[in-house]
T-cell receptor
Framework: GAGVSQTPSNKVTEKGKYVELRCDPI?????LYWYRQSLGQGPEFLIY????????DSGLPNDRFFAVRPEGSVSTLKIQRTERGDSAVYLC?????????????FGSGTRLTVV | QQQVKQSPQSLIVQKGGISIINCAYE??????FPWYQQFPGKGPALLIA?????SEKKEGRFTISFNKSAKQFSLHIMDSQPGDSATYFC?????????????FGSGTQLTVLP
């Protein structure tokens, strides 16, 4: 597709459960980013991939959060033992180095609700 | 640590009026200052961006004014329209090599009355 695709668009899970959120970046974009947007706030950086490797995971809040990008395209954000405070919209973005900030594109996000 | 402070939190403007949103930053490593527009249920979409060596940038009805010494920048929306009603975020981008890890402000919810 032409844009960044995130699935599911909505996810409701019970406290303590494990969830996976998927991001399909724009084809050819080597960089992929995950952000978390809490209600009424701006997105906060979680993790950045360049190719297959996590180049910077300094934004992950704790070790319950983990992300992978095994083939350098699709990425999965994994959250273990979910807590109510994890409820937020999780945004994915991808970028291409040759287009600078103008090639930095966000998906529509996955709204995660932990009940 | 909040590195980008944005105000106001909400703004109501009449159609045809000027909307002004302000941001202040702390991190002098920021190399790009983009503004994003976000509609409910959608991801942020880039509106306009400026580099710190430029004091003003205009694209259509949208203008960024940048004051490097004060570490402040603002978005002006001229001739505001109801379709501009959305949440606006400023951001700082410490571009380093290939990485663009944006730091966002807390957002301004703009309502343009018809």
């Amino acid at each position: 597709g032409a844009g960044v695709s995130q699935t599911p668009s909505n996810k409701v899970t019970e406290k303590g459960k494990y969830v996976e959120l998927r991001c399909d970046p724009i084809s050819g974009h080597t960089a992929l980013y995950w952000y978390r947007q809490s209600l009424g706030q701006g997105p906060e950086f979680l993790i950045y991939f360049q190719g297959t490797g996590a180049a910077d995971d300094s934004g992950l809040p704790n070790d319950r959060f983990f992300a992978v990008r095994p083939e350098g395209s699709v990425s999965t954000l994994k959250i273990q033992r979910t807590e109510r405070g994890d409820s937020a919209v999780y945004l994915c973005a991808s970028s291409s180095p040759d287009r600078g900030i103008y090639g930095y594109t966000f998906g529509s996000g996955t709204r995660l609700t932990v009940v | 640590q909040q590195q980008v402070k944005q105000s106001p939190q909400s703004l109501i403007v009449q159609k045809g009026g000027i909307s002004i949103i302000n941001c202040a930053y702390e991190n002098t490593a920021f190399d790009y200052f983009p503004w994003y527009q976000q509609f409910p249920g959608k991801g942020p979409a880039l509106l306009i961006a400026i580099r710190p060596d430029v004091s003003e940038k205009k694209e259509g009805r949208f203008t960024i004014s940048f004051n490097k010494s004060a570490k402040q920048f603002s978005l002006h929306i001229m001739d505001s329209q109801p379709g501009d009603s959305a949440t606006y975020f400023c951001a700082g981008d410490p571009y380093s090599g290939s990485a663009r890890q944006l730091t966002f402000g807390s957002g301004t919810q703009l309502t343009v009355l018809p």
